[in-house]
T-cell receptor, first 117, second 109 residues
Framework: GAVVSQHPSWVICKSGTSVKIECRSLDFQATTMFWYRQFPKQSLMLMAT?????????EQGVEKDKFLINHASLTLSTLTVTSAHPEDSSFYIC?????????????FGPGTRLTVL | QKEVEQDPGPLSVPEGAIVSLNCTYSNSAFQYFMWYRQYSRKGPELLMY????GNKEDGRFTAQVDKSSKYISLFIRDSQPSDSATYLC?????????FGTGTSLTVIP
């Protein structure tokens, strides 16, 4: 149980284009999902908290107009990188919160590698 | 002071060794403690989840929580090359999550 998928796993795009990344909880419903980015050999950096049916909460320094997050259902959250540039190249990971042993913990997706040329 | 402190390593051990990974924290409101394993270019995988002080064992892995010292550990017995990964500790108040920076572990055959 508690499986989270991401699609695509790897995407290469031209500078200036927009890229959408999907995060799905496959066998549970998640009212809260998180989006992280991770540079090589660095720790996870929280970008935003996504709650179903409401606007995402962005961490300080993350441009909300550049990283559009939509949590349209209890099993799907999307991250759209708008007008991508080479500095947006990174590993993007989502997680979904699921109740376990009476409380919640995060289950991570496999990540999406974005390369902007 | 960071909420969660974790030694980034890198840590290199021979196959079969016992590995000890540790995190300290400052927020006494943390109630839930987790360890994740992350292989290169993969998402973190939940390894262990604990709630109270004490030990929790799962196969070769033992998670230990000492709330009085604000210190958690993950022990790996009979370490294998396949254990080579980055290990992240994480803590939660129930509403907010905090992650350590991760410890890079290499098990040498």
């Amino acid at each position: 149980g508690a499986v989270v998928s991401q699609h695509p796993s790897w995407v290469i795009c031209k500078s200036g284009t927009s890229v959408k990344i999907e995060c799905r909880s496959l066998d549970f419903q998640a009212t809260t999902m998180f989006w992280y980015r991770q540079f090589p050999k660095q720790s996870l950096m929280l970008m935003a908290t996504s709650n179903e049916g409401s606007k995402a909460t962005y961490e300080q320094g993350v441009e909300k107009d550049k990283f559009l997050i939509n949590h349209a259902s209890l099993t799907l959250s999307t991250l759209t990188v708008t007008s991508a540039h080479p500095e947006d190249s990174s590993f993007y990971i989502c997680s979904a919160v699921w109740g376990r042993e009476g409380t919640d913990t995060q289950y991570f997706g496999p990540g999406t590698r974005l390369t902007v040329l | 002071q960071k909420e969660v402190e974790q030694d980034p390593g890198p840590l290199s051990v021979p196959e079969g060794a016992i590995v000890s990974l540790n995190c300290t924290y400052s927020n006494s409101a943390f109630q839930y403690f987790m360890w994740y394993r992350q292989y290169s270019r993969k998402g973190p995988e939940l390894l262990m989840y604990t709630y109270s002080s004490g030990n929790k064992e799962d196969g070769r892995f033992t998670a230990q929580v000492d709330k009085s010292s604000k210190y958690i550990s993950l022990f790996i017995r009979d370490s294998q090359p396949s254990d080579s990964a980055t290990y992240l500790c994480a803590m939660s108040t129930g509403n907010q999550f905090y992650f350590g920076t991760g410890t890079s572990l290499t098990v040498i055959p």
